[in-house]
């Protein structure tokens, strides 16, 4: 609170120095305590830290890290593609390290494990009732996530009834909420798949068929780049085609 010229303001800090090692051990006591839906209230309390206190942010890093579960992981994972911050970055990536150190593979391979496939079929689609309409969330590419909807009957819509916006508007909420995620994901991989060039990755055929060829988000990565193929003691370069087979770049199956 502070006075100039006979007017009143005040400066709201969200952290100082003199409660910040209290808001951080608040956050450490939740590796012992449990409290409803703490990894929603982790991801609310490192997205401001990361606004406002990076202290507060390293916390619900480093309590993440411990808790170690795959949702935790997620969520770090997530933060190591989209933080700037170094520092921050610097403790993400010691949270995933000791996560990758304790399931005896490698942190970019650990983190490739993690990928969610929100319950999309094959073809990279789910279909979400609300109502008596349907809405059809589909992956389009690597870039786009779709929602098209339907009514009872089947016939194609623009956008959900007037009476179904009006009396699920919760529902309507958390599907887009939904598809958000999805979207955020997408992107995620994006920025992983692409530090994968610096590392120069290799995978037996059965492990880079399930996670990037048949994964119902990660298709579209799989389908869109060109792999190359040990056969023997021979390489060949060669596409992932939409059904789910391989093309060399000459046109051969």
């Known amino acids: ?3 100039f010229e006979g007017e009143v303001f005040h400066d709201t ?3 100082t120095d003199a409660n910040s090692t209290l808001a951080r051990g608040a956050v450490w006591s939740l590796l012992d305590i449990e409290v409803p839906r703490k990894l929603d209230l982790l991801r609310q309390l490192v997205e401001t830290g990361l606004a406002k206190s990076y202290k507060l942010a390293n916390a619900c890093i480093y309590v ?3 808790i170690g579960d795959r949702d935790s992981l997620v969520l770090l994972s997530s933060l190591r593609a989209n933080v ?3 520092s921050v970055l610097k403790q993400v990536d010691k949270a995933l390290a000791a996560a990758a150190e304790r399931s005896g593979m490698p942190a970019s391979e650990l983190r490739e494990t993690l990928v969610p496939d929100f319950e999309l079929d094959a ?3 789910k279909t979400v ?3 008596d309409a349907s809405a059809v969330v589909m992956v389009e590419d690597a870039r786009h996530v779709t929602v098209s909807w339907r009514d009872g009957g089947g016939k194609s819509l623009r956008s959900p009834p007037q009476e179904i916006r009006e009396s699920h ?3 309507i909420r958390a599907l887009k909420g939904h598809v958000k995620e999805i979207r955020d994901a997408l992107a995620t991989e994006r920025t992983r798949i692409e530090n994968l060039f610096a590392e120069e990755r290799r995978w037996a055929f059965r492990v880079w068929r399930e996670r990037y060829l048949v994964h119902p988000l990660m298709a579209p990565f799989g389908r869109g ?3 190359t193929f040990a056969l023997g003691d021979r390489e060949v370069t060669a596409l992932a085609s939409d059904g789910h087979g391989l093309v060399s770049v000459d046109g051969n199956p």
């Open 169 to 171: 508007a919760g529902d």
């Open 123 to 125: 073809e990279g689609e």
């Open 225 to 227: 780049l060109i792999w």
């Open 129 to 131: 009732s609300i109502g």
């Open 13 to 15: 800090v969200f952290l």
């Open 1 to 3: 609170r502070w006075e």
């Open 64 to 66: 993440l890290g411990e």
């Open 84 to 86: 700037k911050d170094k």
